[in-house]
């Protein structure tokens, strides 16, 4: 009963050195979501794919590419990691079942640029 | 602007008291309205939908929906210590492309006293 899982859980990376955060679910969901998380702002979206082959940009995608790689997985690449990109960011999935469907979201991953 | 406005607080509210919370949203044809409750070092957890104008009863927690207004509120009623959280106004609307676009507000910090 995983649902929806994120590695790592912690990082830390030094200016200019790539990552990629891995978000799988074992729901079945259409839809994933990337956000970040910094004090004061709420949950900001980074990316989003309503289903496989799709993504979309959302609120702050600048320094980020995502992959959608099949319906169970979608992850987030930083090509060249920032310290504006410190942050807690949170993957998440639903249904595309009309106007309703919860979000279920991972347990974050907490990632500092040095 | 934001498409989705939270007041940041803290809002501080004595127990047993009454809690309120207020979002405002910009896109006119957001669909479906949520708040998600989030404790410090925690994924959020929704706790109550609404898609239509009025009201909708759910326990303790009342959520309420003015779309003429753009205004989502959530009732918290016999408020208790373990309700201090920080509660996420979230909208879901369509893109062009037909697909479901989750947005979050700042968030309201919510303290209830004992």
């Known amino acids: 009963n995983a649902g929806v899982t994120q590695t790592p859980k912690f990082q830390v990376l030094k200016t200019g050195q790539s990552m990629t955060l891995q978000c799988a679910q074992d729901?079945?969901?259409?839809?994933m979501y990337w956000y970040r998380q910094d004090p004061g702002m709420g949950l900001r979206l980074i990316y989003y794919?309503?289903?496989?082959?799709?993504?979309d940009k959302g609120e702050v995608p600048n320094g980020y590419n995502v992959s959608r790689l099949n319906k169970r997985e979608f992850s987030l690449r930083l090509e060249s990691a920032a310290p504006s990109q410190t942050s807690v960011y949170f993957c998440?999935?639903?249904?595309?079942?009309?106007?309703?469907?919860?979000?279920?979201f991972g347990e974050g991953s907490r990632l500092t640029v040095l | 602007q934001k498409e989705v406005e939270q007041n940041s607080g803290p809002l501080s509210v004595p127990e047993g008291a009454i809690a309120s919370l207020n979002c405002t949203y910009s896109?006119?044809?957001?669909?479906?309205f949520f708040w998600y409750r989030q404790y410090s070092g925690k994924s959020p957890e929704l706790i109550m939908s609404?898609?239509?104008?009025g009201d909708k009863e759910d326990g303790r927690f009342t959520a309420q929906l003015n779309k003429a207004s753009q205004y989502v509120s959530l009732l918290i009623r016999d408020s208790q210590p373990s309700d201090s959280a920080t509660y996420l106004c979230?909208?879901?609307?369509?893109?062009?492309?037909?697909?479901?676009?989750?947005?979050f507000g700042t968030g309201t910090k919510l303290q209830v006293i004992p």
């Open positions: 998440a999935s639903k249904f595309n079942k009309g106007q309703t469907g919860e979000l279920f």
């Open positions: 729901m079945n969901h259409n839809s």
């Open positions: 794919s309503a289903s496989e082959g799709t993504t």
């Open positions: 896109d006119r044809v957001s669909q479906s």
């Open positions: 609404i898609y239509s104008n």
């Open positions: 979230a909208v879901l609307t369509l893109n062009s492309g037909g697909y479901q676009k989750v947005t």
